[in-house]
T-cell receptor, first 115, second 111 residues
Framework: EPEVTQTPSHQVTQMGQEVILRCVPI?????FYWYRQILGQKVEFLVS????????KSEIFDDQFSVERPDGSNFTLKIRSTKLEDSAMYFC?????????????FGPGTRLTVL | GEDVEQSLFLSVREGDSSVINCTYT??????LYWYKQEPGAGLQLLTY?????DMKQDQRLTVLLNKKDKHLSLRIADTQTGDSAIYFC???????????FGTGTLLAVQP
């Protein structure tokens, strides 16, 4: 069964450093998403992406964050200058059609630890 | 704004039924979902229900939706130790494509 994959599974970085989290969505999916889950808190929406554009973003997704689909398979989330409070599990998701018409399938997550 | 709430913890014995409850505030919710998260793993879609339905059954899983009370429940029949996980309900409205998640319910199944 096709699945969303994410790399790395765990990333440790120093405060102020840039990180890039990578995702390979399901191949025929057109809509891509990033969510995050700070330890002990709810899963929160960050951004959705379609047709090489951001279609929706939350208040969390400020100028420090960016997303990109650099080629036909990868979808990346970049944090330019990481803060301690960026430590969280970051989940990528994809859907074939626009939600809510279609369900979002999640990757296993990347645990980001900012020291 | 939209909010989704769940009880934090449920403990059941193996073989019993589990019922996990969820309430939401967004009356424009069109789809409601249940996701399962096992330790160290991602979010696995279990089932979903469209807002014009009252009930959906999928093998051991039964989803009940009370749209008037904005209450969603997930019943797991014959609960097994492998069902131990965190269960999240989530909703999405018509004008957006973002999922709003609940706090998650930790289901502990005792042998």
């Amino acid at each position: 069964e096709p699945e969303v994959t994410q790399t790395p599974s765990h990333q440790v970085t120093q405060m102020g450093q840039e990180v890039i989290l990578r995702c390979v969505p399901i191949s025929n999916h057109l809509y891509f998403y990033w969510y995050r889950q700070i330890l002990g808190q709810k899963v929160e929406f960050l951004v959705s992406f379609y047709n090489n554009e951001i279609s929706e973003k939350s208040e969390i997704f400020d100028d420090q964050f960016s997303v990109e689909r650099p080629d036909g398979s990868n979808f990346t989330l970049k944090i330019r200058s990481t803060k301690l409070e960026d430590s969280a599990m970051y989940f990528c998701a994809s859907s074939e059609l626009r939600a809510p018409t279609d369900t979002q399938y999640f990757g296993p997550g990347t645990r980001l630890t900012v020291l | 704004g939209e909010d989704v709430e769940q009880s934090l913890f449920l403990s059941v014995r193996e073989g019993d039924s589990s019922v996990i409850n969820c309430t939401y505030t967004d009356s424009s919710s069109t789809y409601l979902y249940w996701y399962k998260q096992e330790p160290g793993a991602g979010l696995q879609l279990l089932t979903y229900i469209f807002s014009n339905m009252d009930m959906k059954q999928d093998q051991r899983l039964t989803v009940l939706l009370n749209k008037k009370d904005k209450h969603l429940s997930l019943r797991i029949a014959d609960t097994q130790t492998g069902d131990s996980a965190i269960y999240f309900c989530a909703e999405v409205g018509g004008a957006t494509n973002k999922l709003i998640f609940g706090t998650g319910t930790l289901l502990a199944v005792q042998p």
